[in-house]
C-alpha cells in the first residue's frame, strides 16, 4: 500500500521560505511517477504547484506551475526515499494546505495523495 | 482565473442522477481526471484520466467527454456522496496540469 507524508513546519514568517518533505513509503521514488505538490488555500480550490520525475536514467526533471516557478524548487533524496518542496519568499497569501500526490508517467490523474500539512504565513 | 471551469455549486436529490462539468478548450485533446474531496480531508481520485475508476470507487461514479466538456456522473446520489468535485487536466500548452476551480455538490 503506497502511502505519503508530509512533514514541515506549520508556521512561516513573511519573506521567508517554506519548506516541507514528503515521506514515500510503499513505492520508490525512482518509480515511473511524476511525484507533486498541490496547495489549497482556506475554502479554496486546488492548485499544482510542480512535479518531479525522478529515475535511474533521468534524475530530477521538473515541471512548475508558471505562476510560482521563480519562488519554486522541488528535489529528491532518493537515499530516504523522499521529495521535498522550497518556496521561498512567502506571503500571507501562500497560506494553504500544501498536499503531496504521486502521478504515474502519462496518466494525468493524481492517484495518492498525503493528508495534508497546513503551513501558516504569519509574523 | 482558472483555464478549467466548474460550475461552483450543484445540488441533487438523494437517489437520484447528478452531472458535473468541467469546461476547457484544453479537453478538446486531453483526458480530465475527477476528484472527490470531503470537508477535513485530502482529494480522492474518482475518475483517472481514460475514465476508468480506480478499485474501491463505487460504479456509480462516471466519466465521459464530448468536445470541450468533461462530465462527472454519479447515478443513484447518496448523501455520502455530498463533497466538493475538482477536475484536472492539462493547460493549454500541454505542458503543466491544471484544476478546475471546484464544485459543491448537495445531496437533498
Known amino acids: 500500500q503506497v502511502q505519503l507524508q508530509e512533514s514541515g513546519p506549520g508556521l512561516v514568517k513573511p519573506s521567508g521560505t517554506l519548506s516541507l518533505t514528503c515521506g514515500v513509503s510503499?513505492?520508490?521514488?525512482?518509480?515511473?511517477?511524476?511525484w507533486s505538490w498541490v496547495r489549497q488555500p482556506p475554502g479554496k480550490g486546488l492548485e499544482l504547484i510542480g512535479q518531479i520525475y525522478h529515475s535511474i536514467y533521468d534524475s530530477g526533471r521538473t515541471k512548475y506551475n508558471p505562476s510560482l516557478e521563480s519562488r519554486v524548487t522541488i528535489s529528491v533524496d532518493e537515499s530516504k526515499n523522499q521529495f521535498s518542496l522550497k518556496l521561498k519568499s512567502v506571503t500571507a497569501a501562500d497560506t494553504a494546505m500544501y498536499y503531496c500526490a504521486r502521478e504515474p508517467t502519462k496518466s494525468d490523474a493524481f492517484d495518492i495523495w498525503g493528508q495534508g500539512t497546513m503551513v501558516t504565513v504569519s509574523s | 482565473s482558472s483555464e478549467l471551469t466548474q460550475d461552483p455549486a450543484v445540488s441533487v436529490a438523494l437517489g437520484q442522477t447528478v452531472r458535473i462539468t468541467c469546461q476547457g478548450d484544453?479537453?478538446?485533446?486531453?483526458?480530465a481526471s475527477w476528484y472527490q474531496q470531503k470537508p477535513g480531508q485530502a482529494p480522492v481520485l474518482v475518475i483517472d484520466g481514460k475514465n476508468n475508476r480506480p478499485s474501491g470507487i463505487p460504479d456509480r461514479f462516471s466519466g465521459s467527454s464530448s468536445g470541450n466538456t468533461a462530465s462527472l456522473t454519479i447515478t443513484g446520489a447518496q448523501a455520502g456522496d455530498e463533497a466538493d468535485y475538482y477536475c484536472s487536466s492539462r493547460d493549454s500548452s500541454g505542458d503543466h496540469l491544471v484544476f478546475g476551480g471546484g464544485t459543491k455538490l448537495t445531496v437533498l
Open positions: 510503499g513505492d520508490s521514488i525512482s518509480s515511473s511517477n511524476w
Open positions: 484544453s479537453l478538446r485533446s486531453y483526458y
